[in-house]
């Protein structure tokens, strides 16, 4: 059974949708979320999934106000607990005032009087000031809206009102953000870099390695938590790889802050890596490993997400399940209905769905770039086989069985 991260809180900001639909950033919410799933995920990082250690701001509900607000919640949970970890994640726009020298992180309800609507830097500072926490890490991706747009659609970088122009925090501002005990400071990108998003446009690779961060990617075999210098190790080496191969451009993290290395989550529910290190678990592409909520419905419909055991299976008649996973609301077949799978097993053999695809043995596709490690396994045959994410236009090939 695994442990929980009792005393961990996160406040995770993706403004996504804008008062004014050309500012709008659709996948800071996939961010959001996907960075939620592997808190949340009793099998990861373990935080109790409720709304009293995780709030979840994007969209319409990513204002000014509500953002302050979500910095006076914490402040009040962890008022009576200093030794409690707080996260705090914003993705969105960062722009700066050149002719005031004044840093905004661009809410929804940013209008065109950009000083009274936007969430100052000095404002930002002072809230975050008032948390008394000894373990608080606030990670900002942004200065991203003209690299996504590249990435997507190729267009021109946004028409900023006069004055403004994107940007990360200066690392003056950064050192002010990441002053007292135990605070740390992580940007996605430094200087006039961009963030970018991955060819798959599921998230901006920052967040992506971040979630690898989070599942152990820079922990050793042994450990039951993920510290804050074992987030960074990663973030520093794979952003910039990744940065570069997907887009042939340069981003670099920053990081700021003198801290020890406190721990952000538990590493997989507590058990830690196996022997064999995070190579043995991790899933590409990241969809929150051995943890996958995935959608079924109908009759005798089959969910699986990725590996199917401990999968979430949703809504649907008759769903198949696979070891440790959990289902919700469908008929299910068991061991009365099928010969070779029982709640808690493998579901081995199964109706199949008519005209859809059959169950096959599992098959191994990988990228014929040796330097790449994207990898996909193939379930049953109605698959299409996908590309690979991190060289685009390039067909996964299988692992022939000798």
């Excluded at 991260?5 to 993706?14: D, K, N, P, R």
């Amino acid at each position: 059974m695994s442990d929980t991260f009792t005393l961990g809180y996160a406040l995770l900001i993706g403004v996504g949708e804008s008062a004014h639909q050309k500012y709008s950033l659709p996948v800071t919410v996939k961010d959001v979320q996907a960075l939620r799933k592997i808190l949340i995920d009793p099998n990861l990082c373990a935080y109790p999934n409720d709304d009293q250690h995780i709030r979840l701001l994007h969209d319409a509900g990513a204002t000014r106000t509500a953002i302050l607000d979500g910095l006076a919640w914490l402040k009040k949970q962890v008022a009576a607990h200093p030794e409690s970890t707080v996260v705090i994640y914003y993705s969105g726009h960062g722009w700066l005032d050149q002719s005031t020298d004044c840093y905004y992180l661009i809410p929804h309800d940013i209008d065109f009087d950009i000083s009274a609507s936007a969430l100052s830097a000095v404002d930002f500072t002072n809230a975050l000031s008032e948390i008394q926490s000894q373990r608080l890490l606030v990670i900002i991706d942004c200065c991203h809206a003209q690299g996504m747009a590249a990435a997507k659609t190729g267009e021109a970088d946004l028409k900023l009102p006069p004055g403004f122009v994107p940007a990360v925090p200066a690392k003056g501002r950064l050192d002010e953000l990441a002053k007292g005990k135990g605070r740390a400071v992580f940007t996605s990108c430094g200087g006039s870099q961009k963030s970018w998003i991955r060819k798959d446009d599921s998230m901006s690779i920052y967040t992506y390695h971040l979630i690898e961060a989070l599942e152990g990617a820079a922990n050793l075999p042994g450990e039951t938590k993920v510290g804050v210098a074992d987030i960074m190790k990663h973030l520093d080496k794979a952003v910039p790889k990744s940065a570069s191969q997907e887009h042939s451009a340069i981003q670099q993290p920053w990081f700021r802050g003198e801290t020890t290395n406190f721990p952000i989550a538990l590493l997989r529910g507590g058990k830690g890596l196996p022997a064999e290190g995070w190579e043995a678990v991790k899933q590409l592409p990241i969809n929150v490993a051995g943890n996958n909520i995935v959608h079924a419905e109908g009759q005798r419909s089959v969910a699986i997400g990725g590996r199917a055991d401990n999968s979430t299976i949703l809504p649907g008649d008759r769903n198949v399940v696979g070891s440790g996973n959990i289902v919700q609301q469908g008929r299910n077949i068991n061991s009365e209905k099928s010969k070779d799978s029982e709640m808690g097993g493998n579901a081995k053999s199964f109706e199949p769905l008519p005209g859809q695809a059959q169950p096959i043995a599992s098959t191994k596709y990988v990228c014929p770039h040796t330097d790449c490690d994207m990898y996909w396994i193939r379930r049953s045959v109605g698959q299409t086989i996908p590309k690979c994410s991190i060289h685009r236009d390039v067909e996964l090939i299988p692992v022939l069985k000798s």
